[in-house]
């Protein structure tokens, strides 16, 4: 693989989304698909009955982007597009602060996800809504939002939360849960959440407003990180099912906030997800996304030029998209990594793009 760097495409989509991006990009679309599937040697037989189930469980929530999903899975010919538009097997490292210019709050994001190889499928996908439009760091394909920005407004990412213990063995509580999870009516996907919360939100008041909402019940524990356009305007939303927690940014801490993958509210029950791995096995959980947290946080205390100012463990083996976010300013800087062949378990960036939006 050449150490070029290419661009990451930008897709205006208007009032579309997944099947248009997945339309422009449909080679892409079934390239990311295949490379999903060869992650894991069991995914491709699954792929079939984790996609029908998928699928019913989609029918059954009346997902708002169920037909969006519907047209993405006759444009591209390949099994998996509705699990994969509701699989949640990622981690991340994200932090909120005042931006150093001193214009706006500047939200940071590392995304690592456990299908290595996908990197390379990243794209911008400009949607217009009518507070204006939003940028969609994402897939061709996928009708959620992970990660996103909208000038003027406001930026925000979902971190995966901890895990809720059942019976204790990892393995058993993560199949078990599934299982719960399809039989559960009534509920939305986080991602789902935030991409209506970019549809719908004016500003970062009333995006606080629709997360923190306790009438929708999400189908997996989530944790938001949203940045606005006033320095002191960031916070991370804790979501578990109906329960919500806010915690906003304080003076005390320069007004920086900061999350990995374990709750800031010391009573939620869950097991904190460790992630970096290759850094140090032996770290507890809990101290794996300490330090994770610490070091996204830090990052804020100057300029940010991306995956370059990164280091183990917030950059690590399974990092596929790096980001930053100032709603106020309009600027996103957006990289998205794959593993560097015979070099190692830390990825290379194999596109950039810098969005300068006239807020």
């Known amino acids: 693989m050449?150490?070029?760097?290419?661009?990451?495409?930008?897709?205006?989509?208007?009032a579309g989304g997944a099947a248009d991006l997945a339309a422009a990009h449909r080679a892409e679309a079934i390239a990311l698909i295949d490379t999903a599937l060869a992650s894991h040697k069991l995914l491709p037989a699954a792929a079939r009955i984790a996609d029908h189930l998928s699928r019913r469980w989609l029918e059954r929530q009346r997902d708002p982007y169920l037909d969006e999903i519907r047209h993405v899975a006759e444009i591209v010919p390949r099994p998996a597009v509705y699990f994969l538009n509701i699989v949640y097997e990622w981690a991340?490292?994200?932090?909120?602060?005042?931006?150093?210019?001193?214009?706006?709050?500047?939200?940071?994001?590392v995304l690592d996800w456990g299908l290595q190889g996908i990197g390379r499928y990243s794209l911008l996908g400009r949607h217009t809504t009518c507070h204006g439009p939003f940028y969609n760091a994402t897939w061709p394909g996928f009708a959620?939002?992970?990660?996103?920005?909208?000038?003027?407004?406001?930026?925000?990412?979902?971190?995966?939360?901890?895990?809720?213990?059942?019976?204790?063995?990892?393995?058993?509580?993560?199949?078990?849960?599934?299982?719960?999870?399809?039989?559960?009516?009534?509920?939305?996907?986080?991602?789902?959440?935030?991409?209506?919360?970019?549809?719908?939100?004016?500003?970062?008041?009333?995006?606080?407003?629709?997360?923190?909402?306790?009438?929708?019940?999400?189908?997996?524990?989530?944790?938001?990180?949203?940045?606005?356009?006033?320095?002191?305007?960031?916070?991370?939303?804790?979501?578990?099912?109906?329960?919500?927690?806010?915690?906003?940014?304080?003076?005390?801490?320069?007004f920086a906030i900061g999350v990995a993958?374990?709750?800031?509210?010391?009573?939620?029950?869950?097991v904190p997800r460790a992630h970096a791995l290759e850094w140090s096995a032996t770290a507890h959980p809990r101290d794996n996304n300490r330090?994770?947290?610490?070091?996204?946080?830090?990052?804020?205390?100057?300029?940010?030029?991306?995956?370059?100012?990164?280091?183990?463990?917030?950059?690590n083996g399974h990092t596929v998209l790096v980001a930053s976010a100032n709603a106020r300013t309009g600027e996103m800087i957006v990289e998205c990594l794959d593993p560097r062949p015979g070099a190692g378990p830390l990825p290379r960036v194999v596109a950039r793009r810098i969005l300068h939006h006239a807020a």
């Open 2 to 14: 050449s150490d070029s760097v290419g661009e990451i495409p930008l897709i205006d989509v208007g």
């Open 92 to 109: 991340c490292s994200t932090s909120s602060a005042p931006d150093p210019s001193g214009r706006g709050a500047r939200m940071i994001r």
């Open 144 to 254: 959620g939002v992970l990660t996103a920005m909208a000038p003027g407004r406001f930026a925000a990412a979902i971190n995966q939360a901890p895990r809720v213990p059942i019976l204790g063995p990892r393995w058993v509580d993560e199949v078990i849960g599934r299982f719960r999870l399809l039989r559960r009516r009534d509920v939305l996907p986080a991602a789902h959440l935030l991409r209506r919360v970019f549809e719908e939100a004016r500003d970062y008041d009333a995006a606080v407003a629709m997360l923190m909402d306790p009438s929708v019940a999400l189908a997996v524990p989530a944790l938001f990180t949203l940045s606005g356009v006033a320095p002191e305007q960031s916070c991370v939303i804790e979501s578990l099912a109906r329960e919500r927690r806010l915690h906003p940014a304080v003076a005390a801490d320069g």
């Open 261 to 270: 993958n374990d709750w800031l509210s010391g009573d939620l029950v869950g």
């Open 291 to 315: 330090v994770r947290r610490s070091a996204v946080c830090a990052l804020q205390q100057g300029a940010f030029s991306g995956a370059a100012d990164l280091a183990p463990p917030v950059l």
